[in-house]
Every structure is written in structure tokens, then in C-alpha cells.
T-cell receptor, first 115, second 112 residues
Framework: GAVVSQHPSRVICKSGTSVKIECRSL??????MFWYRQFPKQSLMLMAT?????????EQGVEKDKFLINHASLTLSTLTVTSAHPEDSSFYIC???????????FGPGTRLLVL | GQNIDQPTEMTATEGAIVQINCTYQ??????LFWYQQHAGEAPTFLSY????GLEEKGRFSSFLSRSKGYSYLLLKELQMKDSASYLC?????????????FGTGTRLTVIP
């Protein structure tokens, strides 16, 4: 149980385009989903938290207009990187938890390369 | 804020025992997680400690001391597949929401 999928696993795009990443909880209801970013040899940095049906809460320094998050259902959250630039190239990982439990289960990650 | 420290790298021999330490200084602390992450993959859950003490789960055990801001992950009977990064993460209450904050991870290499 507690499986989280993420799609796509890898994406290459041109600078200035937008990329959408999907995160799904397959066998539980994700009351809260999280989006992280991880640069090479660095730790996971929390970008934002979203509760189903609510606006996402962004961490300091993360532009909400650039990283659009939608959590429209209890099993799906999407992250859209708008007008992507090379510095946005990173490993994006989502996680999900089902209240009242605190354990977060992670998706397999999406490697984004912006040319 | 949060300040989580763990060693950057460790090496241990197959079949041996290794202890990975983690110290933290945080506000609104609600527990300590350990995750395993193989290169290029997402983290997988290992343990969650809320109360002081040792919790054992097969070859892996995790310890927490809230008063000392200290935790460790103990891996027994090391196998080659245990080579991975081990992430210490504190669960913190931020304005009513619990979020995870990760250390930089300890890269463990298991040698024959």
C-alpha cells in the first residue's frame, strides 16, 4: 500500500515553455500533497504544500506564479513550471500523506532539463 | 527555523553494523523521520520516531532523544544493497501544518 506515482519521469523542454508534472496517490486518499525540489548532491527542499480543494502554501523564496500547483482531488496534484528556464532544471519529487497519519510517501520523481 | 546535521559520507563493510547520527535544532518539533534514497530515485520511508527511545524494525532501528535533539539510524547485517543516502528529517509544526525538513543526507557505501 501507500503508492505514489509521478508522471512524467523525465522531461526535456525548451526555455520559455511550460511543463506539467502529475502526482497521484494510487491506493490512499492524499489529504495533503507536497512538492520538493532536489539539486544534485543536495537535500530535498520543500517548495509547497497543498490540501485538496485549497490553495497551495508556498515556502519562502518559491514563486507561486512560476510554480502553479493544483490539488483538485484526493488522489491528484499537479505542478506546472511556467516559462521554464535552465536554472529550473532539477529533480522534482512529490509526496502525499493521508490524515491523521504524518508519514509522507514519495513519488519516483521527475527529472526536468530545460535547454 | 531548522538546523539538521548528519555526516556527509560513511563507509562500512558488508555484514557489519553502522550507526548514522543526526542532530537537530528546530522549533515546533513533532517527530523525526528516516528515509532511504538510492541515487536518482525518490526517498523510501524507513522509520518515524515521536517518543524517546529505540524502535526496531528488522535490520533497521531508529533512536530518538528529544531532550538532546539527537537521533540515530542503526543498520545491522549490512548488505551491498544498503548502499544509499540516508535522510534525516524533522517534522515541524508551522502555523498549524506539519512539514518535513530534511538534512543533506548521509551517503553510505557498503564494501565487500
Amino acid at each position: 500500500g501507500a503508492v505514489v506515482s509521478q508522471h512524467p519521469s523525465r522531461v526535456i523542454c525548451k526555455s520559455g515553455t511550460s511543463v506539467k508534472i502529475e502526482c497521484r496517490s494510487l491506493d490512499f486518499q492524499a489529504t495533503t500533497m507536497f512538492w520538493y525540489r532536489q539539486f544534485p548532491k543536495q537535500s530535498l527542499m520543500l517548495m509547497a504544500t497543498s490540501n485538496e480543494g485549497s490553495k497551495a502554501t508556498y515556502e519562502q523564496g518559491v514563486e507561486k506564479d512560476k510554480f502553479l500547483i493544483n490539488h483538485a482531488s484526493l488522489t491528484l496534484s499537479t505542478l506546472t513550471v511556467t516559462s521554464a528556464h535552465p536554472e529550473d532544471s532539477s529533480f522534482y519529487i512529490c509526496s502525499a500523506k493521508e490524515a491523521p497519519q504524518e508519514t509522507q510517501y514519495f513519488g519516483p520523481g521527475t527529472r526536468l532539463l530545460v535547454l | 527555523g531548522q538546523n539538521i546535521d548528519q555526516p556527509t559520507e560513511m563507509t562500512a563493510t558488508e555484514g557489519a553494523i553502522v550507526q548514522i547520527n543526526c542532530t537537530y535544532q528546530t522549533s515546533g518539533f513533532n517527530g523525526l523521520f528516516w528515509y532511504q534514497q538510492h541515487a536518482g530515485e525518490a526517498p523510501t520511508f524507513l522509520s518515524y520516531n515521536v517518543l524517546d527511545g529505540l524502535e526496531e524494525k528488522g535490520r533497521f532501528s531508529s533512536f530518538l532523544s528529544r531532550s538532546k535533539g539527537y537521533s540515530y539510524l542503526l543498520l545491522k547485517e549490512l548488505q551491498m544493497k544498503d548502499s544509499a543516502s540516508y535522510l534525516c528529517a524533522s517534522l515541524e509544526d508551522q502555523t498549524g501544518a506539519n512539514n518535513l525538513f530534511f538534512g543533506t543526507g548521509t551517503r553510505l557505501t557498503v564494501i565487500p
